[in-house]
């Protein structure tokens, strides 16, 4: 095993000896903001829009990191530089900052910190072997019983660690079939997001994503708004059912590791012809373009080496 270096509270210590304490807060409530930035050719993608967006949550939840924003961003890219010599050239990776409230008092007011905050960063190779054959295949988009929590009790938008009705969600849609993504819906019945990404689909050429109303507002989300545009292509932030997913012209999910994923089949319905679509195709080359690497060849590449 390659011996990279983790950030922890102040101090690069090698992953296989990085700890935290069991009474840390992370540990005890999932009391835990996050952010996850991958690199494109080892170079981070979109680093200061990811550590913006981590501040936000931190003010959200009240937590000190005890370091600004570009402290924050030296840091990152100095671990990055550290752990360089652990990646191959055509190798990516995440990074990963997960900030906790620090040491917490089993029973006592969860709103203290008692103590520093835990601030962990770390870096991992960017495997993309479980998304890999979805690029040309498309995957199958499953709905599972378990809703998003409502926006009213947690607002998406505040990034946390606490995943448990994502796993809950996942392993609902995992019964249907076993290479199911989930696409969660809330509480009213109206698509969310899956368990790491957002949710878009196109009809009569215009691209449809839901509104941040109850879903995270992700970056790759803005970024593939962003591209869209680029290429004149109409997008349209509304609301959207099941009924709209089953009856797409396309529908595809984004997420920081694949950056779009297609869907060919939706609750076991063909989307369409039940290939990837034009525009999914135009989106993922305008992708490939702005960040310089061919994303669907970097895929298939670890697939074929597998």
């Known amino acids: 095993m390659k011996n990279r270096k983790v950030y922890i509270s102040g101090d690069l210590v090698p992953d296989t000896e990085a700890k935290i304490s069991i009474y840390d807060s992370a540990v005890l409530l999932g009391d835990t903001v996050t952010e996850s930035t991958r690199t494109f050719n080892y170079k981070p993608f979109k680093l200061i829009e990811h550590v913006d967006r981590l501040y936000k949550s931190l003010k959200l939840t009240r937590i000190d990191p005890g370091m ?12 990055l530089a550290v752990n360089k010599e652990t990646y191959r050239d055509n190798e990516d990776c995440w ?46 988009a499953v709905t599972p019983s378990s809703r998003v929590i409502p926006s009213q009790s947690l ?3 505040l990034k946390n660690r606490s995943r448990l009705f994502y796993t809950l969600g996942e392993m609902e849609a995992k019964l249907v079939d076993p290479d199911a993504q989930s696409i969660m819906l809330d509480i009213y019945g109206n698509v969310a997001e899956n368990k790491g990404g957002n949710i878009f689909m196109v009809r009569d050429g215009k691209l449809i994503t839901p509104t941040t109303a109850n879903c995270l507002e992700g970056l790759t989300r803005a970024t593939t708004i962003e591209v869209a545009k680029s290429l004149d292509i109409e997008v349209v932030e509304a609301v959207i059912q099941p009924y709209d997913l089953s009856t797409a012209d396309e529908l595809f999910m984004t997420s920081t590791p694949y950056s779009i994923m297609p869907a060919t089949k ?27 690497l061919d994303i669907v060849k970097q895929a298939e590449d670890q697939l074929h080496k597998h």
């Open 95 to 140: 990074l990963v900052h997960n900030i906790s409230r620090g040491l917490s008092i089993t029973g006592g007011n969860p709103t203290l910190q008692v103590s520093k905050a835990t601030v962990m960063i770390y870096t991992q190779p960017m495997i993309l072997l479980p998304w890999a054959k979805f690029y040309k295949e498309g995957c199958h």
């Open 266 to 292: 939706y609750n076991g319905l063909t989307i369409a012809d039940g290939k990837v679509g034009p525009i999914t195709k135009k989106l993922l080359q305008g992708w490939s373009e702005r960040v310089g």
């Open 68 to 79: 600004t924003k570009d402290e924050m961003i030296e840091v990152s890219e100095n671990l």
């Open 155 to 157: 607002d998406p938008r």
